[in-house]
């Protein structure tokens, strides 16, 4: 099994940056890929970004792309979500998901994910 932890979420001001973590943990395969998905009440869980293992192919939702960056911690199998120029339509819960051998045509797709964490909250208001 696989375990995800995230963190960093929180309320911060229209404008502002914010973090997000996500630790892996458990029995980690060589070859995976993780991303972040986000859910306002009543909608579809809907793809930010993406970063294989490798830790420099990247994928963005073009709602995002230029604001947020996702990146690998080194050698860990930790992954961050630095969200900048933050703007009210980005609250959500935000979620961590790892898939192992997510091809790219499918790395959009929240299905190509077996494992998930809690979710982590982000506010962005005045």
């Known amino acids: 099994q696989v375990q995800l932890e995230e963190s960093g979420g929180g309320l911060v001001q229209p404008g502002n940056s914010l973090k997000l973590s996500c630790a892996a943990s458990?029995?980690?395969?060589?070859?995976?890929?993780m991303g972040w998905f986000r859910q306002t009440p009543g909608q579809e869980r809907v793809f930010v970004a993406a970063?294989?293992?490798?830790?420099?192919?990247?994928h963005y939702a073009d709602s995002v792309r230029g604001r947020f960056t996702i990146s690998r911690d080194g050698a860990k199998n930790t992954v961050q979500l630095t969200m900048n120029s933050l703007a009210p339509d980005d609250s959500a819960t935000y979620f961590c998901?790892?898939?192992?051998?997510?091809?790219?045509?499918?790395?959009?797709?929240?299905?190509?994910?077996?494992?998930w964490g809690q979710g982590t909250q982000v506010t962005v208001s005045s």
């Open positions: 970063i294989r293992r490798n830790g420099y192919t990247t």
């Open positions: 458990g029995r980690i395969s060589n070859n995976w890929s």
């Open positions: 998901a790892l898939g192992n051998g997510v091809i790219l045509s499918e790395v959009r797709n929240k299905r190509a994910y077996a494992y």
